[in-house]
C-alpha cells in the first residue's frame, strides 16, 4: 500500500494502537522487572539476616574459646608446666596439659568444636602443640594472624586476635590468646572448627538451611530442607569470607515467599491494570481531541471539495470552535475556495466568450440553443434566430489587411450587440465573419425588427468598404427564422432554416434581410 492511499486518520489511528501495544507490553515488562526488583530485596534483606546469623555464629566461637583459653590459663598444672618449661626448655609436661583438655574434656565443650591447641613464644615461634585433634595443620600461625600480632608491644600484646582461614582440612577458627597472665610466656593458638557452630544459624533464621565448604562440599542440612514445601521456595545465598578474603562458606537459604510472591503478583496485576486504564483513558482523550481537532476539520474541508468534483460547487464553510492554526487554515482555504470559484466563473465566461470581438463564441450558443430549446417544449412558444454574414468580407480583409479585418469584426459584433437588448437574447460568433443572434420568445415579426434594427446600426457605423459591389460601407446580409415547438422539429432545423434564409438573402444582391419558416421563405428586406 503506497503512503498516497493512507489517511491522516488512518495513521494516526494505526500509531495510537502501535503506542497502546507498547504501553501493554512496557506495563508487562515493568511489573515483572517490579517483581524481580521486590524479590532481589527481599532475598537481600534475607542475606543480610544470615549475615548476622553468621556473626552471631562466630561471636559465640570467639566467647566460649575465650572462656576456654581463660580456664586454660588458670589450672596450676598449666602454669607448673610453663614454668617447667621455661626453667629446662622441654615440652612434654606442656603437651601434656594440651592433649588433656581433648581426653579429659573442658568446661563449654559442648559450645565449640576444639580441634587444636598450640603455643607460640613471644616472637610467634611455635614451640609445641596438641597431639590430640586433627593434623596435617602447618607447623606455624596462620599468616593473618601472624601480620596482626607481630610488631605489637605493650598492653596491646594482651589483647586477643582471632578469625577464619583457610587450613589443608578446611576452614578452621582461630583465636590467639596471652599465655601466663600478666607475665607473658607466650601465646597460646586455640583451633576450632567452625562447622558445628554455623550449623545453627538455621535455628537463629528460621528458615532451611544448607552450608558449603570452600571446595564446594556439602557440609550441612537442615531438616527443613529435606521436607518439600508446597509454596515458592526464594534461595537466599551468603559467602563466609575468610581473613584474606577467600570464600570460606557458602550459606544457601530458603525462604517460603509464597504469601510475598502473591502479594507481589497482585500488586503487579494492580499497577498493569491501573496503568492499562490510564493509557486506555490517555488514548481516548487523544482520539477525542485529534477527531475534534484535526480529523473534523479535515474531513469538513474534503467533504467542500468533494462536493465540487460531485456538484461543482465549490463553497467551503469554516469549521468554528477550532485551534489556531486550523482557524487559519480553514479561513485561508474559504478564501481559496472563494476566488478559486470566482476563477472558475471568470473561465469560464472566458471559455463561452469569443476571444476576439468579446461575444459569445459557438460553443456558448450551442448550449443556449439547447437550453432554450427545452424551454420552448415546457413553454410552448417560438424561438428564432437570426445568421448575419458581412458583405464580400474576403476582400475587405485582402484590401485592409487582418488587423483591419478584426477592427471591422469588433465594430461589427458591438453594433449587433445593441440590437439584440433583452435579457434573454444571446449574440455569438458563429464563424469567420458570421455571426448568429439567439432570440427565445420571439416571432417572426420581432426578429425581423431585431434585424432591421442591426442592420441599420451597423450601417451607421459607416465602415469604409472599396471592395464591395453592393455599397461603399460595411453592410450585412441576415437569414431569419422561426419555429413554434413541434416535436418533430429539432435545434439543427432552426438553424438550416436560418443558414437557407442567409444564403437567400446574398444570392438576391446582400445587404438585405430574407425571412424562412418551415414551409417558404417570405419577407425581403433591402437597405
Known amino acids: 500500500m503506497r503512503i498516497e492511499q493512507v489517511s491522516i486518520k488512518t495513521l494516526i489511528v494505526s500509531f495510537l494502537l502501535v503506542l497502546t501495544i507498547l504501553a501493554l507490553l512496557l506495563s508487562l515488562m515493568t511489573g515483572d522487572y517490579f517483581r524481580k526488583s521486590a524479590l532481589a530485596a527481599q532475598a537481600k534483606s534475607l542475606s543480610r539476616i544470615i549475615e548476622i546469623a553468621s556473626n552471631q555464629s562466630l561471636n559465640n566461637i570467639h566467647k566460649e574459646s575465650t572462656i576456654f583459653g581463660s580456664t586454660f590459663n588458670s589450672r596450676e598444672t598449666v602454669r607448673t608446666a610453663l614454668a617447667k618449661f621455661q626453667k629446662t626448655g622441654l615440652t612434654e609436661s606442656l603437651v601434656t596439659q594440651l592433649d588433656e583438655s581433648f581426653q579429659k574434656g573442658f568446661a563449654g565443650m559442648g559450645a565449640i568444636d576444639l580441634v587444636k591447641l598450640r603455643v607460640y613464644d613471644l616472637d610467634l615461634k611455635l614451640l609445641c602443640e596438641s597431639h590430640e585433634g586433627i593434623a596435617g595443620l602447618t607447623p606455624q600461625l596462620p599468616p593473618f594472624l601472624k601480620a596482626r600480632a607481630s610488631g605489637r608491644s605493650g598492653v596491646e600484646r594482651m589483647k586477643s586476635l582471632e578469625g577464619i582461614w583457610?587450613?589443608?582440612?578446611?576452614?578452621?577458627?582461630?583465636?590467639?590468646?596471652?599465655?601466663?597472665?600478666?607475665?607473658?610466656?607466650?601465646?597460646?593458638?586455640?583451633?576450632?572448627?567452625?562447622?558445628?557452630?554455623?550449623s545453627k544459624i538455621a535455628d537463629l533464621t528460621q528458615m532451611p538451611l544448607k552450608i558449603y565448604n570452600n571446595d564446594g562440599k556439602l557440609i550441612y542440612q537442615s531438616e527443613q530442607n529435606k521436607i518439600s514445601g508446597g509454596g515458592m521456595q526464594l534461595p537466599v545465598e551468603y559467602i563466609l569470607h575468610a581473613e584474606n578474603t577467600e570464600p570460606a562458606y557458602r550459606l544457601i537459604g530458603l525462604e517460603d515467599v509464597e504469601q510475598f510472591n502473591n502479594d507481589m503478583r497482585y500488586t503487579k496485576n494492580t499497577i498493569i491494570f491501573s496503568l492499562l486504564v490510564i493509557t486506555g483513558l490517555a488514548l481516548l482523550l487523544a482520539l477525542w481531541t485529534f477527531t475534534r481537532f484535526i480529523f473534523r476539520p479535515i474531513g469538513h474541508m474534503m467533504s467542500d471539495i468533494n462536493r465540487y468534483s460531485v456538484e461543482g460547487k465549490l463553497t467551503v464553510t469554516p469549521v468554528q470552535g477550532n485551534t489556531k492554526e486550523f482557524h487559519a487554515l480553514s479561513h485561508a482555504f474559504s478564501d481559496m475556495a472563494e476566488k478559486i470559484q470566482?476563477?472558475?466563473?471568470?473561465?469560464?465566461?472566458?471559455?463561452?466568450?469569443?476571444?476576439?470581438?468579446g461575444v459569445a463564441n459557438r460553443r456558448c450558443l450551442d448550449i443556449g440553443l439547447e437550453r432554450e430549446w427545452r424551454r420552448t417544449e415546457c413553454e410552448q412558444t417560438e424561438i428564432s434566430?437570426?445568421?448575419?454574414?458581412?458583405?464580400?468580407?474576403?476582400?475587405?480583409?485582402?484590401?485592409?489587411?487582418?488587423?483591419?479585418g478584426d477592427d471591422c469584426l469588433k465594430q461589427v459584433a458591438s453594433a449587433i450587440a445593441q440590437g439584440a437588448t433583452r435579457p434573454g437574447d444571446l449574440v455569438a460568433r458563429y464563424g469567420g465573419e458570421e455571426f448568429a443572434v439567439l432570440l427565445p420568445a420571439t416571432s417572426p415579426e420581432g426578429a425581423f425588427s431585431v434585424a432591421r434594427n442591426i442592420l441599420d446600426a451597423v450601417s451607421a457605423l459607416n465602415i469604409p468598404h472599396p471592395g464591395s459591389t453592393v455599397s461603399n460601407i460595411v453592410t450585412l446580409s441576415i437569414g431569419i427564422s422561426t419555429i413554434k415547438h413541434d416535436k418533430k422539429r429539432s435545434p439543427f432545423q432552426l438553424i438550416g432554416l436560418a443558414d437557407e434564409a442567409l444564403y437567400h438573402a446574398k444570392k438576391s444582391g446582400r445587404n438585405q434581410i430574407k425571412i424562412a419558416n418551415a414551409n417558404d421563405i417570405s419577407q425581403t428586406s433591402q437597405s
Open 342 to 357: 470566482s476563477n472558475i466563473q471568470y473561465l469560464e465566461r472566458l471559455s463561452w466568450l469569443d476571444g476576439l470581438t
Open 166 to 198: 583457610i587450613s589443608p582440612s578446611g576452614p578452621l577458627y582461630s583465636l590467639l590468646l596471652p599465655l601466663g597472665g600478666i607475665h607473658m610466656a607466650g601465646y597460646i593458638e586455640i583451633v576450632v572448627n567452625p562447622n558445628f557452630n554455623l
Open 385 to 404: 434566430i437570426l445568421l448575419l454574414d458581412i458583405d464580400f468580407f474576403k476582400l475587405y480583409n485582402d484590401h485592409f489587411g487582418h488587423q483591419g
